[in-house]
C-alpha cells in the first residue's frame, strides 16, 4: 500500500501556488485596450515591430483602416496569451492521462502478460482524467462564452464575413461542440471509472468474470476512443487553425498522447520502485516500457513528417500556409521539438542495456514530455497568439500549476488502493517477466 | 594426433540445459552443442559472449545515410541544379525533406543487408557449404553435446551419463 509522501505532496502544493501566482501574473498584466497592446508591444521590441507598420505601409491609403484592424488583431493576440498558456498546459496534462488510459485498454485488450503489475500505476494516472477534463471542458465553455478569442469561428462577427467559416458552420458550432466535447469526455470518463471498478473487484473475487467484462469493455473503449480522439483533435486542437484541415492530424495527437502517457507511466513506475513500493517490477519491465517510448517516438516523427513533408511538397497554398506561419515565426520550437521528439529518444533509447538503466530512462523522459509540451505548443499558439509568443511566467506558471496539480492528484490516487493486483490471471506470468 | 571428442545426445532441451550447467560446475570445456531449435537461455549458460551484430548494423546504418546524402547532394544540388517543379535546389537542406524517403529507405537497406551479409560470413554459412551437424537427429529431436576428451573419458563418460545422456559415442574431432 502506498503512501503519499508528505514531501511529495508539499512539493505538489507549492508547484501550484507558485503556478497559480505565474497565471494570474499573465491575466493581470494582459492588455485591455488597444493602446495598451501598442505600448506593450512597442516597449519589448521597438526595433522591428515598429518599423513594420509605419515603414511599409506609411503611403497607402488604406493605412488608418489597415492599422486599426492590426492593431486590434495584436490586441486579441496579447489578450490569447494566458488562455493560450492555460489552455496548452491543461490540455498537456490531460493529454498524458488520456495517453495513459489508452495504453491500458490496449495492454487489457492484448491479454499482455508482461504488464499487469503496472495497471494500478496506469489507473492511478487515469485518474486525473476526471479532474484535468473537467478543467478542459470548463476553458471551452469559457471560449464558448467568449471570455477569450482562442477559437476565431466562434465570433459570431467573425463567420459573417467569412464564407469558409460559413460553410463549416453546421460542424463548427458552438452548442454542438460543447454537446461533442461532454460526449468525448463522458465515454473516456466512464471507462475509466468503470474499468477501474472491475480492476479492483477482481481482486476480491472468486472467480474471473470482472476480468472478462473488462477485456470486453476494453475492447469496446479502443473502438470508442480511436473515433473520438481523432474528433476530439478536430475540435480542441485543429479547430483553432479554423481554414486549414490535414487528414492523419488525429493519428498525430494521438502519437503524442500515447507517448507522453507510456512515459509518465515508465516514470511513475521508477519513481515508485526507487521507494520500495513495487518489489516485482524489474528491469525487464522498465526494458519494455522504454521500447514503447523509443517505438512511439519514432511512430510520433513519422507521421509529424508525413503530414509536414506531405505538405511542403505539394504547397497548395491554402495548406501550407499552417507551416509558413511556424517555420517563420517558430522556428525554434517547430524544429526543436523534432530534435526532443526524435533525435534524442532514438539515439538515447536504441541500446538495449541502457533502456534498462533508471536515470536513463527519466532523462529521456523529461526530454519527451518537455518536446511534447512544444508540440501541443506549436499546434495552438501560433493560430492564437501568432508571432506575440513567448515562453515566461505565464506559459511557465500553467504548467508548474498543472504539473502540481496532476502529481498530487495521480499519488493521491495511487495511495488508495495496493499497488499490486493479487487475483489478475496473468499476475504470475508478470511477476515472472524476464526479456 | 587426432584428438578424439565425447558426443552425448539428449532428447530434452531442459535435460541439456541442466546438463550443460553441470558440466560448467565441473570446469569442463564445451566444445559446441546441437540442437534442432534455439533453447532460451542456452548461450547464457554456456558461457558465450553477447552478439555485438546490432553494433555493426548501426554502422551500417550510419552509412546508408552518409551514402544517401552524399548520392542525393552530388547529384540533385552540385551537379545539375535544375528546377524541376518548383523545388528549392539551392542547397541540401532546402529540399531535404523530398530526400528524407530515399534517406530512410537506404539507411535501412544497408543495415540489414550488410548486417545478414556479417551474419553469413561469421557464422560461415554459404549455399554449397558442408553440413557440419555430427548426427543428423540434431536437426529433428536430439540435441548432441560435445566436450573435447584428454585421457579422461571414463570420467567424462559417467558424468554424462549421470546428466541423463541417452546416448554417448566417441569421434574423431571435425575440424572447420
Given at each position: 500500500m502506498y503512501t503519499f509522501s508528505s514531501r511529495l505532496k508539499i512539493a505538489s502544493i507549492v508547484m501550484m501556488i507558485v503556478g497559480a501566482l505565474g497565471l494570474g501574473y499573465g491575466f493581470i498584466t494582459m492588455p485591455t485596450s488597444v493602446e495598451e497592446a501598442k505600448a506593450m508591444v512597442a516597449s519589448h521590441d521597438d526595433?522591428?515591430?515598429?518599423?513594420?507598420?509605419?515603414?511599409?505601409?506609411?503611403n497607402t491609403d488604406s493605412h488608418g483602416e489597415h492599422d486599426a484592424s492590426h492593431d486590434e488583431h495584436l490586441l486579441h493576440q496579447l489578450q490569447n496569451k494566458p488562455w493560450a498558456a492555460l489552455y496548452v498546459a491543461a490540455f498537456f496534462f490531460f493529454m498524458i492521462a488520456l495517453g495513459t488510459l489508452a495504453f491500458y485498454a490496449v495492454q487489457r485488450a492484448s491479454q499482455a502478460g508482461w504488464s499487469p503489475l503496472l495497471f494500478r500505476v496506469m489507473e492511478g494516472i487515469s485518474a486525473y482524467l476526471v479532474p484535468g477534463g473537467i478543467i478542459v471542458f470548463v476553458i471551452l465553455v469559457l471560449s464558448v462564452m467568449h471570455m477569450n478569442h482562442l477559437f476565431v469561428w466562434m465570433d459570431a462577427d467573425v463567420v459573417a464575413h467569412d464564407k469558409l467559416l460559413q460553410g463549416k458552420a453546421g460542424y463548427l458550432d458552438p452548442v454542438f461542440f460543447l454537446i461533442r466535447a461532454a460526449i468525448f469526455l463522458g465515454g473516456w470518463i466512464l471507462y475509466r471509472e468503470y474499468s477501474r471498478k472491475l480492476s479492483i473487484k477482481q481482486d476480491e473475487s472468486n472467480d474471473n468474470s470482472s476480468f472478462k467484462l473488462n477485456f470486453k469493455i476494453s475492447a469496446a473503449f479502443l473502438v470508442f476512443y480511436l473515433i473520438s480522439e481523432s474528433m476530439m483533435s478536430w475540435d480542441w486542437i485543429m479547430s483553432v487553425d479554423p481554414h486549414w484541415f490535414s487528414t492523419l492530424f488525429g493519428w498525430y495527437v494521438f502519437a503524442s498522447m500515447f507517448v507522453s502517457g507510456i512515459t509518465v507511466i515508465a516514470m511513475v513506475t521508477i519513481y515508485l520502485?526507487?521507494?520500495?513500493?513495487?518489489?516485482?517490477?524489474?528491469d525487464s519491465h522498465i526494458h519494455d516500457l522504454a521500447k514503447f517510448m523509443f517505438g512511439i517516438?519514432?511512430?510520433w516523427t513519422y507521421l509529424w513528417f508525413s503530414q509536414f513533408m506531405l505538405i511542403w511538397y505539394s504547397n497548395i497554398p491554402e495548406e501550407v500556409t499552417y507551416f509558413v506561419t511556424r517555420i517563420e515565426d517558430y522556428k525554434l520550437p517547430f524544429f526543436g521539438m523534432v530534435v526532443m521528439n526524435f533525435v534524442f529518444p532514438f539515439l538515447i533509447l536504441m541500446n538495449s542495456d541502457y533502456k534498462r538503466i533508471n536515470w536513463f530512462v527519466i532523462m529521456a523522459g523529461i526530454v519527451i514530455l518537455a518536446g511534447h509540451y512544444v508540440d501541443i505548443f506549436n499546434m495552438i499558439m501560433p493560430a492564437t497568439v501568432g508571432d506575440q509568443w513567448y515562453i515566461g511566467i505565464p506559459e511557465i506558471g500553467a504548467i508548474l500549476f498543472f504539473a502540481g496539480f496532476f502529481i498530487f492528484w495521480v499519488f493521491r490516487a495511487l495511495g488508495t488502493v495496493p499497488l499490486q493486483p493479487k487475483r489478475n490471471p496473468f499476475i504470475e506470468e508478470s511477476r515472472h517477466f524476464h526479456y | 594426433m587426432a584428438s578424439k571428442v565425447i558426443h552425448a545426445y539428449y532428447n530434452d532441451d531442459d535435460v541439456l540445459m541442466h546438463a550443460v550447467k553441470k558440466i560448467k560446475e565441473a570446469k569442463h570445456h564445451i566444445e559446441e552443442v546441437y540442437c534442432p531449435f534455439p533453447v532460451h537461455g542456452l548461450d547464457k549458460a554456456m558461457g558465450l559472449a553477447p552478439t555485438r551484430i546490432a553494433i555493426t548494423s548501426f554502422m551500417y546504418g550510419c552509412l546508408g545515410l552518409a551514402v544517401a546524402i552524399a548520392m542525393m547532394d552530388y547529384?540533385?544540388?552540385?551537379?545539375?541544379p535544375q528546377d524541376i517543379g518548383g523545388k528549392p535546389s539551392f542547397s541540401y537542406i532546402e529540399n531535404m525533406p523530398a530526400f528524407v524517403p530515399i534517406m530512410f529507405e537506404l539507411t535501412v537497406f544497408f543495415a540489414a543487408h550488410l548486417m545478414v551479409i556479417t551474419f553469413y560470413l561469421r557464422s560461415?554459412?554459404?549455399?554449397?557449404?558442408?553440413?557440419?551437424?555430427p548426427d543428423v537427429r540434431t536437426t529433428d529431436d536430439h540435441f548432441v553435446m560435445e566436450i573435447e576428451i584428454h585421457d579422461n573419458e571414463k570420467e567424462l563418460r559417467n558424468l554424462l551419463l549421470d546428466t541423463g545422456a541417452v546416448e554417448i559415442s566417441i569421434a574423431d574431432k571435425n575440424d572447420h
Open positions: 526595433g522591428h515591430g515598429g518599423s513594420h507598420g509605419e515603414g511599409t505601409h506609411a520502485k526507487s521507494k520500495n513500493y513495487l518489489p516485482d517490477v524489474n517516438s519514432i511512430f | 547529384i540533385m544540388i552540385d551537379d545539375w560461415r554459412l554459404w549455399p554449397f557449404k558442408k553440413a557440419e551437424n
